[in-house]
């Protein structure tokens, strides 16, 4: 049987380019202003020479993708990788302007990426890496311009050097610079868990909706990292059993619920979730189509296909991931009345709390985890509200509506600002 990695998949920015345009339509969004909408503000792309362990220098090429800041100042992670790709950033920048302004806080969207290969490089390799990229997108950051955050293959620890060397390079500590960070450098109570905990809301208020009861439901997690695990761990304490899991190394599925926290503590041991005692080997087809209540796809970008849709069982698709679900595959999942809480709305908890941690910073405060956890509740359900009330008003799928909703609000902003000069 033919792997559906052989598959060619869609350009990112193209799908992320079609979604708002189909968004357009329902808004009746003018040309001009459709235009504006359609592509990035600014582009960066710099070129990373860096000492390796061995002495070597090796040149790593880097992006920074501003999309739009009508609403606030850019807001994106940054993510280390071997497949980035400049298109992969636009199309992630795009989203992050979607998402940020669907959960209605006040920033506009931006992403970044190194090609490189993190599992292969030392921690000293990682950070002379990370430091030579803050310096070479030092001009175009800061707290009241572009505050980057952590993403796939990045996390805390990236974002200390990163505000170590752009507090470095202004001469004053500025710890608004980043979120994501650690805690004793200004980063905020709960913002490790917040995207996978972000989502459980939005899948807590999907089950309402489709009348589904979570304690005796089932789930399966597509990609078993920070934010997937974290979603498993705090799901199943609504009642839910995980019944599979993935990541980068392979999958796995059990016909007995597997403890999320037990699967977390082997995989920090083993470095992968296969092997995991009392499961399975499956394949990534196979983990996607179980038969579950839920599956949350939290890896990467265009992973359900329209070959995999067509076999999905799941009632409701919660995507912790950014664009896993293509185009093609949406209509499928839509006409089998599959339920799918989009990425901008269902994993836009992690920059939720990023918004609070940023607030802490500028003004000099500090919140409680319960604090950060009961605002965030309070954001995303308001926002997965709006969402669902205006798929309901325009008879659309959560994608459309929350694009809806998203594009919108930006484009209200940038009517209302015009053109300068």
Known sequence: MMKETSQVKPNPFESATQQLRNAAGYLKLDEDTFQILSAPKRQLIVSLPVRMDNGSVRVFTGYRVQYNDARGPFKGGIRYHPGVTLDEVKALSAWMTWKTSVADIPYGGAKGGIICDPKHMSQPELERLTRRYAAAIAPFIGPYKDIPAPDVYTNAQTMAWILDTYSALEGHMSPGVVTGKPVPLGGSLGRDKATGRGAVFCTIEAAKV??????????????FGNAGSNYAEILQGYGPRLMGASDSQGAITSKTPIDASKLIAYKERTGSVVGFPGSQKASERELLQMDVDVLSPAALENTILPEIAKGVKAKIVTECANGPTTPEADKILHANKVFVIPDILANSGGVIVSYLEWVQNLERIGWTETEVNDMLKKKITGAFGDVHAASLKHGTDMRTA????????????VRTLGIFP
Do not use: W
């Open 210 to 223: 489709n009348k589904i009861d979570l304690k005796k439901a089932t789930f399966a997690v597509e990609g």
């Open 402 to 413: 929350a694009m809806i909703v998203a594009v919108g609000r930006v484009a209200d902003a």
